[in-house]
């Protein structure tokens, strides 16, 4: 059976394939600062690609942003 050993991806290394994208510099907070938004970080046929990273929630989750007016739990 042949291995496949991972090696660091970088752009200097990718370049003859394309462009690195990854999530670092300037990210916005959502969701109750649960998920860090990175916007904009490339354009793709007219449109731009951003990334979100977020950390999972414990559950019973209160949702409150659908109905100000009542809290719901899931």
Do not use: W, Y
Not at 15 to 32: H, K, W
Not at 38 to 55: C, E, P, Q
Request: proline share 5%; with cysteine; net charge neutral.
């Amino acid at each position: 059976m042949k291995s496949i050993t991972p090696i660091v991806l970088s752009q200097e290394g990718f370049n003859a394939f394309g462009d690195v994208i990854e999530a670092r510099g300037q990210s916005t907070g959502i969701n109750q600062n649960h998920t860090q938004r990175f916007d904009s970080l490339a354009t793709v046929d007219g449109g731009v690609l951003s990334i979100f990273r977020t950390r999972p929630l414990a559950l019973p989750i209160a949702i409150e942003a659908l109905c100000p007016c009542q809290k719901t739990l899931i």
